[in-house]
């Protein structure tokens, strides 16, 4: 059974900063696109970032210059360094990734279960 787990969300006031991770465990063969995306209540989850298996990184532009996401691969882990943080960036942020399983040798699109990033003074 191969999880998503999620921690580092909270409150931080304006301007502040937070970092996300998300560790990957299971039956893994190998894991190929990490991401995290968020959702507002009422608006669609929308891509905030990614990064291949080679390293490579995208960010939507809101992000751009704030944000910067990396990986472990040894620990299986991606991570979301969230910097000059805005009101707007509330919501709540949700890692995925394209897995590998060992058993079946299939490629699935995980998510984690979620975690709340909330920026208010």
């Not at 943080?85 to 919501?91: F, I, R, S, V, Y």
């Amino acid at each position: 059974q191969v999880q998503l787990v999620e921690s580092g969300g909270g409150l931080v006031q304006p301007g502040g900063s937070l970092r996300l991770s998300c560790a990957a465990s299971g039956s893994i063969l190998s894991i190929n696109t990490m991401a995290w995306y968020r959702q507002v209540p009422g608006n669609q989850r929308e891509l905030v970032a990614l990064i291949t298996s080679g390293g490579s990184t995208n960010y939507a532009d809101s992000v751009k210059g704030r944000f910067s996401i990396s990986r472990d691969n040894a620990k299986k882990t991606v991570y979301l360094q969230m910097s000059s943080l805005k009101p707007e960036d509330t919501a709540v942020y949700y890692c995925n990734a394209l897995i590998r399983e060992r058993a079946t040798w299939t490629e699935r699109n995980y998510w984690g279960q979620g975690t709340q990033v909330t920026v208010s003074s």
